[in-house]
C-alpha cells in the first residue's frame, strides 16, 4: 500500500511538471491570452506557451524517462550501480554520431521525423556500447572499474573527437551547435518531439518487455538462467532497448548525463529494489528531474539560460563520486 502511495505520488508529480513548468521562463505569460490562442486567435503568449515551452517541457519528460530508464536497466545487466548511458560511453558515443550528420552536409539527410542525425547516433552508441560489452567476454569478465573506465574513456574520446572536428568549423556554423554540445532543450519544438519519439519509444518498449526478468538477473546470472530466464537473449535486448533510447536523446538534446544514475538510485529508495517498480518509477522520476533542473536552468539565470546538461552535471557528478567512493 505504501509503495503503491509512493507511485501514486510520483506520477503526481509528473502530471504537475507537465502542467506547471510551461509557464516557467523569462517571459511572464498571461493565462487569458494563452486561452485566446486556443480559439484560433493569435497571440504572443499563446505562441511562446503551444510552439516553444510545451514542446520543450514535453521533450525534457521524454528524454529524461528514457535516460532513467536505460540507466536502470543497464545498472542490473551489469550489475553496477554506477552504470548508465553516459558512464558507459553511450551517450558520448551517440552524441558523436549526431554531431557528425549535423555537421557535414554530405551525411544529412531528412524525412519527416527521421534524419541521418539519429542514424548516426545509432551507430555511435552501438559501437560504444560493443566495446564495452567486449570487456565483459573476455576470460574472468571485466571488473566494474574496468567497465567504468573503460565507458568514461569512450566518453572522453568522443568528446574529443567532437572537439577537434569543431576545430574545423567556422565559429558562425559553431554558435549553432553550442548548445547542443553542452547538452540542451532549447531547440525543442514539435517536429524535434517527434524526432526523439521516433527512436526513444521503441527503446522504452524494449526495455519494458525484459522487466520480469531483471529482478532475476539482480541475483546473478547463473540463479536467472536456472528461473528459466534466456540471460543472452534479455542481455542482448537490454543493450539494444537502451542504445536506441539513448541515441534519441543525444541525436536531438546532446549529451546529457547522469539523469541515468541519479534517478534509478532515488527511486530505489523511495519503492524498494523490486525493477517492476524500479523501471516505471524510474521514467517517471527521470522525466520529471530533467523538465525541472531545464526550468530551472532557465529561470535562475533570466533572460539567460543555463543548459540543462550543465545542471545535471553538477548534481550528478558529486552522486557519482560518493557512489564510487562507497563501492571502493
Not at 576470460?139 to 572536428?165: D, E, K, N, R
Request: hydrophobic share 55%; glycine share 14%; proline share 5%.
Amino acid at each position: 500500500m505504501i509503495k503503491n502511495r509512493k507511485i501514486q505520488a510520483l506520477a503526481a508529480v509528473f502530471g504537475l511538471f507537465f502542467i506547471m513548468l510551461p509557464w516557467i521562463g523569462s517571459e511572464k505569460l498571461e493565462i487569458r491570452e494563452v486561452l485566446t490562442f486556443l480559439t484560433g486567435e493569435w497571440t504572443a503568449d499563446g505562441m511562446i506557451f503551444f510552439q516553444i515551452r510545451l514542446p520543450r517541457v514535453w521533450m525534457g519528460l521524454l528524454a529524461g524517462g528514457a535516460l532513467a530508464m536505460a540507466g536502470a536497466a543497464l545498472q542490473v545487466m551489469f550489475r553496477n550501480p554506477l552504470a548508465e548511458p553516459w558512464t558507459l560511453g553511450i551517450a558520448g558515443g551517440a552524441s558523436l554520431g549526431a554531431f557528425l550528420a549535423r555537421v557535414c552536409p554530405f551525411l544529412w539527410f531528412a524525412a519527416g521525423p527521421l534524419n541521418t542525425s539519429q542514424l548516426l547516433a545509432l551507430a555511435g552508441a552501438g559501437g560504444a556500447l560493443a566495446l564495452v560489452l567486449s570487456l565483459t567476454r573476455r576470460p574472468g569478465g571485466a571488473g566494474a572499474q574496468t567497465l567504468l573506465l573503460a565507458g568514461v574513456t569512450i566518453g572522453v574520446i568522443s568528446g574529443g573527437a567532437i572537439m577537434v572536428i569543431s576545430g574545423f568549423i567556422s565559429p558562425w556554423k559553431l554558435a549553432e551547435f553550442h548548445r547542443w554540445l553542452l547538452g540542451g532543450l532549447d531547440a525543442a519544438d514539435w517536429r524535434q518531439v517527434g524526432t526523439l519519439a521516433v527512436l526513444a519509444v521503441p527503446g522504452l518498449a524494449i526495455l519494458a518487455a525484459q522487466t520480469r526478468a531483471y529482478n532475476p538477473l539482480g541475483l546473478g546470472e547463473e540463479m536467472a538462467a536456472g528461473q528459466g530466464v534466456d540471460v543472452a537473449r534479455v542481455r542482448r535486448w537490454t543493450a539494444i532497448g537502451a542504445g536506441i533510447a539513448s541515441a534519441g536523446v543525444a541525436a536531438v538534446a546532446g549529451p546529457i548525463g547522469f539523469v541515468g544514475l541519479l534517478a534509478p538510485h532515488a527511486v530505489r529508495r523511495l519503492v524498494g529494489p523490486d525493477m517492476r517498480l524500479v523501471m516505471p518509477c524510474s521514467f517517471l522520476f527521470g522525466g520529471a528531474l530533467l523538465a525541472a533542473c531545464d526550468a530551472c536552468g532557465r529561470w535562475a539565470a533570466s533572460p539567460l539560460e543555463v543548459p540543462v546538461g550543465a545542471v545535471t552535471a553538477v548534481l550528478g557528478g558529486p552522486l557519482f563520486l560518493w557512489l564510487l567512493a562507497r563501492r571502493r
